[in-house]
C-alpha cells in the first residue's frame, strides 16, 4: 500500500550496470567496518536504496545476511541479476514497512547510503528503518557532508554552483550538516551515537556517517 508520498518518489534514478559509483570506494569499508563494530561478523542487513546491489554483496561477502529494497525498477533487476544470493525487493521509504515485514524477519541493522539527500521527504526514510529493526537495532546513514568550511571552499572555488545543480533528474535536492541530519534522526526514534566524515581531509569531507541506535517506545 503506497501512501500519499509516492507522487514524490522518483522511479528512474539511471542505474544501467553493476558498477559501483565511485562513492563506493570511500563508503563500503567503513560501512563493513562498523557493522563489524556493533553487531560482530553475523548481522541481518537491509540496504534501503540498495540500487544495483554493489553494497549488498560487499556486505554478503563479510557474512552478513542481507535484503536489498530499492524503488529503481532497473535497480533492482541488475543488482537480482548481478547478486543472485540475495533478495532484492522493489520498494521505496513511501510504502508501507510491514509489506515488507510480511516477506522478510525484521532487521538487525539498516544501511542507507547516499539517499536521503536525493528525498522529497527524508523524514520517511528513518520512520521506515524503525519499523523494520529490531529493539535496539541500528541504522547507518551516509550523505554528503556540508559544514561551514566545506561550503565556504566551494563557494571561493566558483564551484557552488555546479556542486547545487539542479539539472540533475533525480539528483541531490536536500543539503545536509551533520547538526540537521542528526535532527532528523533524533526526531524519528533514534538516538545518535556515532559520527565519521568520509573520503577527502576532515571538513572538507565527501560524504559523513551517522551512526544511530533505535530508541525503545
Excluded at 508520498?5 to 558498477?19: E, F, I, P
Excluded at 547545487?164 to 533514534?190: A, M, N, P, Q, Y
Aim: aromatic share 8%.
Amino acid at each position: 500500500m503506497k501512501n500519499e508520498n509516492a507522487g514524490n518518489a522518483v522511479s528512474d534514478y539511471g542505474w544501467r550496470s553493476a558498477c559501483p559509483e565511485h562513492s563506493h570506494g570511500y563508503i563500503a569499508a567503513r560501512v563493513v567496518s562498523t557493522v563489524k563494530d556493533l553487531v560482530g561478523t553475523t548481522a541481518r542487513i537491509l540496504d534501503l536504496g540498495s540500487g544495483n546491489g554493489a553494497l549488498c554483496g560487499t556486505l554478503a561477502a563479510a557474512g552478513h545476511e542481507v535484503v536489498g529494497g530499492e524503488y529503481d525498477e532497473e535497480g533492482v533487476r541488475i543488482a537480482s541479476s548481478a547478486y543472485p544470493h540475495i533478495p532484492f525487493h522493489r520498494l521505496g521509504v513511501q510504502d508501507d514497512p510491514s509489506e515488507l515485514l510480511r516477506r522478510e524477519k525484521p532487521f538487525d541493522v539498516v544501511v542507507s547510503t547516499e539517499v536521503v539527500e536525493h528525498l522529497f521527504s527524508p523524514h520517511l526514510l528513518p520512520i521506515y528503518a524503525r519499523a523494520v529493526l529490531n529493539s535496539g537495532g541500528h541504522l547507518l546513514l551516509t550523505a554528503p557532508y556540508h559544514g561551514y568550511l566545506k561550503n565556504l571552499a566551494l563557494a571561493a572555488s566558483g564551484k557552488l554552483d555546479a556542486h547545487f545543480t539542479v539539472l540533475w533528474h533525480g539528483g541531490h535536492i536536500k543539503f545536509w550538516s551533520r547538526r540537521s541530519l542528526t535532527l532528523l534522526l533524533e526526531s524519528s526514534g533514534f538516538s545518535v551515537i556515532g559520527f565519521r566524515g568520509l573520503g577527502r581531509v576532515p571538513y572538507l569531507w565527501k560524504s559523513m556517517l551517522l551512526v544511530a541506535r533505535r530508541t525503545a517506545g
